[in-house]
């Protein structure tokens, strides 16, 4: 994956039916795959208030957030900017939490420096299917007991999200999908379940 691509995504809730549905549009699953997840954050929840999320996915640092401001709201679709350069995830979280870029070496040392603690931490079971149409669907089963689909389209900048939104929705269609609203994801769900405080300030800042 490049450094930074603009995800585009809708989830949902599936279904034992679903992976036979995908295959009769022609998907292919690409990857059977087991994901390890750690999310930091400091004690005010500078970073998640500020809807950047900071994890160490399968020991590689990554960070998502909004591509600049604009609304990130699609109806039930999403839109992030995933990092993945620790320089620009340096630069990225160094500017929400207003330290000086050019103290850290690495995202380890800032975090440790920075006093970010993890705050979540989980592992997926993941199924990743391709289609002809440019979109892939991840189909995830959290360890904590959390299940959903996402409907996925990558993009080079915020300009070509629109066709984007076009081939998630023409698919979702397809899926049977009806959902008009966001759907919970899976941080959704375990910062409802374990972390309650910090799900209600995030719900205040209206970030989930």
């Not at 039916?17 to 795959?33: H, P, W």
């Not at 023409?170 to 309650?196: H, V």
Request: net charge negative; aromatic share 10%; charged share 30%.
């Amino acid at each position: 994956m490049d450094s930074l691509s603009l995800e585009v995504e809708r989830k949902f809730f599936f279904k034992p039916e679903t992976e036979l549905k995908l295959r009769d549009l022609g998907a292919e699953l690409k990857r059977d795959q087991r994901i390890y997840d750690r999310y930091f954050d400091n004690e005010h929840f500078q970073l998640t208030l500020a809807d950047h999320w900071l994890r160490m996915r399968d020991g590689y640092w990554e960070l998502k957030c909004p591509p600049g401001k604009i609304d990130n709201s699609f109806g039930p679709a999403t839109h992030y900017l995933e990092i993945t350069q620790e320089e620009d995830i340096i630069c990225r979280v160094c500017k929400v939490l207003g330290l000086i870029q050019t103290a850290w070496i690495s995202v380890a040392d800032l975090v440790q420096s920075a006093g970010l603690d993890e705050f979540a931490s989980f592992v997926t079971e993941r199924k990743v299917y391709t289609l002809p149409c440019g979109s892939h669907v991840d189909l995830d089963k959290a360890d904590f007991g959390y299940q959903i689909g996402e409907i996925e389209v990558l993009v080079s900048d915020v300009s070509k999200t629109d066709n984007a939104l076009e081939k998630i929705n023409s698919l979702a269609e397809k899926l049977g999908l009806t959902n008009t609203e966001r759907i919970p994801g899976k941080m959704d769900a375990f910062l409802m379940q374990f972390r309650p405080l910090h799900y209600k300030k995030l719900q205040e800042a209206h970030i989930l």
